[in-house]
């Protein structure tokens, strides 16, 4: 690997930021510094922790930011269930689909890692 750029899951997690931010922008205006305002941090910090950890030194730091990523993604799994139970937004299903993938790419390349070690 040479950057976070090589990384399918960095990839698609960049793309995911676009779904959050267009998912979140048919939320009621006076969401906007709450839920929104969480939902949209917590998708960056998914891609931003990928790219961090690829910047690192050791393998082993890598690792712990890609366990960043993921907690984000349980995060966000947790704001996107909320926001649906609370009736803000109508969820769609691919939105969790995608998720639950970048969740097991994430999954993956950890243990890929470990595995190297």
């Given amino acids: 690997m040479k950057t976070h750029h090589d990384l399918d899951v960095w990839k698609r997690s960049i793309s995911f930021v676009k779904e959050i931010y267009t ?5 009621p205006k006076d969401e906007k510094y709450g839920l929104v305002s ?3 941090r917590c998708v960056v910090s998914i891609a931003s922790n990928i790219a961090e950890g ?3 030194n050791h ?3 890598f690792i712990q930011f890609l ?5 984000s993604t349980s995060e966000l799994e947790t704001q996107i269930i ?3 139970d609370l009736e803000l ?3 769609e299903e691919s939105v969790l689909e995608e998720l639950y993938r970048i969740q097991q790419m994430l999954s993956g390349l950890i243990r890929f890692l470990k595995n190297k070690q």
Avoid at 23 to 27: D, G, H, I, K
Avoid at 67 to 71: K, R, V
């Fill in 59 to 61: 393998q082993k730091e």
């Fill in 67 to 71: 366990y960043y990523s993921l907690g």
């Fill in 38 to 40: 969480q939902m949209r």
């Fill in 54 to 56: 690829a910047a690192r």
């Fill in 82 to 84: 909320l926001a649906n």
């Fill in 23 to 27: 998912y979140t922008s048919e939320f």
């Fill in 89 to 91: 937004a109508k969820t």
